[in-house]
């Protein structure tokens, strides 16, 4: 096992790929996306070369509160279960001690194009570390597409 980390790491950029169920009551929606996630993350600090690629299931449950018809935001955690990971320092691989779940807490803006699409912008903090001495801190841009069944009235 190597010795402990104890490096600032920063997210490269990624991608995720992902469905969600949205739920609309009265005042807010509920939204739960359950999503693939690639987590990169590279440092180049104090003479160190790390890298981190890990493959994640990706779970949010977030509550959106719409404050005009265009414009809202959403808040709520973030499960995140590690599928694939590969580490290297110094590009020499690595074996990390991954956390078996990584929780966050996540709070975005949206902004809703159409009826049909909206772009998201949202921070994700970690309440515990991807690896042993590593927490990562995310930043995204997505864009969301929504498809809704009409709810049918009865008379």
Do not use: C, W
Not at 60 to 75: H, S, V
Not at 132 to 137: C, D, G, M, S, Y
């Amino acid at each position: 096992n190597p010795a402990p980390l104890d490096i600032e790491v920063k997210p490269a950029m990624g991608f995720q790929f992902g469905m969600f169920y949205s739920y609309r009551f009265e005042s807010f929606r509920l939204r739960i996306l359950g999503q693939l996630k690639t987590l990169r993350v590279k440092n180049r600090d104090a003479g160190s070369n790390l890298q981190i690629y890990s493959l994640q299931y990706n779970s949010p449950i977030l509550f959106q509160q719409l404050l005009t018809e265009r414009f809202g935001y959403f808040l709520g955690p973030e499960l995140s279960i590690p599928i694939n990971t590969s580490s290297k320092l110094n590009d020499q691989d690595i074996n990390l001690d991954f956390s078996p779940v990584v929780t966050s807490a996540m709070v975005g803006l949206t902004y809703k194009l159409t009826d049909k699409l909206a772009i998201d912008l949202y921070y994700s903090h970690p309440m515990n570390e991807v690896a042993e001495n590593i927490k990562v801190q995310t930043i995204g841009f997505q864009f969301s597409a929504y498809f809704e069944r009409q709810k049918k009235r009865f008379r």
